[in-house]
């Protein structure tokens, strides 16, 4: 029996939303550069919620990331790597709903 690859096509495109999404909080180079930390400086934004501890902002936003790769990737399930893309993306969404209502419950039974 032959077996026929996984064609490429849009659904591809979540794997490459995916990698967007992951070199938005990515720290390049020697200085540890990271397009997030950037973006929210120039933007006026704190990085964290609670001054330098708490919640990871950036990573939150990362999210503008993930829902369109695993709406890309489910919605076109037969193309080449839409079953990583949708995997990956999806545990980070999961991630950064997670991570807040943590962060609220936290300061609801601390304050």
């Known amino acids: 029996m032959i077996q026929q690859r996984k064609p490429l096509g849009i659904g591809t495109l979540s794997l490459l939303v995916l990698a967007m999404g ?24 704190p990085i964290y919620s609670n001054g330098d501890q708490g919640l990871h902002l950036p990573f939150v936003a990362a999210a503008i990331f993930w829902i ?9 399930r037969s193309h080449y790597g839409t079953k990583v893309a949708f995997n990956v993306a999806g545990f980070m969404l999961l991630l950064c709903i997670v991570g807040p209502v943590v962060d609220i419950v936290d300061r609801f039974v601390n304050s």
């Open 22 to 45: 992951l070199a938005f909080n990515f720290p390049w180079g020697t200085e540890k550069v990271q397009i997030s930390h950037y973006l929210f400086n120039l933007l006026n934004l």
């Open 68 to 76: 369109p790769a695993v709406i890309i990737a489910s919605k076109y």
